[in-house]
């Protein structure tokens, strides 16, 4: 009787499992890939000086664009080596953009750049209008880069591969 139960019980389990896992891996695969080189959404990032930089600024560059917060315990685990990527490769047509999020306290996010001495353009979606036209970000940290022309070549979702990162880096940064 009680091995008559079970096997309906784990049968009807089956469809639900199976149904979870397509969904888990169609949300992977959502979240990490994008479409073969598409353009960077037209943005203007107001930087924490004042001024603003936009994406029409990035061409002739490859950019790295990060959308962070303060209280992301991975951004934060992941900005020394955002660092170390930036002072790399920033003599060779290299640039970053730290975006913190619209929920981060203005007042953090400028602790955390100055007393981190973030060498980066950082800049503060306070609206939330830029994690949402860049394919409507909610988790952090989300990072793009784009290629010298301004095309989104790879997004990342969490923190990065760093030694892939850099390969891909420098291979954008062969191209012309």
Not at 21 to 39: I, K, P, Q, W
Not at 93 to 113: E, K, Q
Not at 126 to 131: C, D
Not at 148 to 161: L, Y
């Amino acid at each position: 009787m009680i091995h008559a139960f079970r096997l309906p019980l784990q049968a009807s389990r089956r469809p639900f499992f199976a149904v979870l896992l397509a969904l888990s891996v169609s949300a992977v695969l959502a979240l990490t890939g994008c479409a073969a080189r598409e353009d960077a959404p037209a943005s203007t990032f107001v930087l924490l000086d004042g001024t603003t930089t936009t994406t029409a600024d990035f061409k002739g560059k490859v950019t790295l664009v990060n959308f962070w917060a303060t209280t992301c315990v991975t951004c934060v685990k992941e900005m020394p080596s955002l660092v170390n990527t930036h002072n790399k490769y920033k003599g060779q047509g290299y640039d970053t953009v730290a975006v913190a999020m619209s929920y981060d306290p203005p007042a953090w996010v400028l602790n955390f750049t100055q007393t981190r001495q973030l060498p980066f353009k950082v800049a503060f979606d306070n609206t939330g209008e830029l994690a949402k036209s860049w394919g409507d970000v909610r988790l952090t940290p989300t990072t793009y880069l784009l290629d010298k022309q301004g095309r989104i070549v790879k997004r990342f979702v969490g923190e990065p591969d760093f030694t892939a990162l850099h390969s891909l880096i420098e291979e954008l940064l062969a191209q012309s």
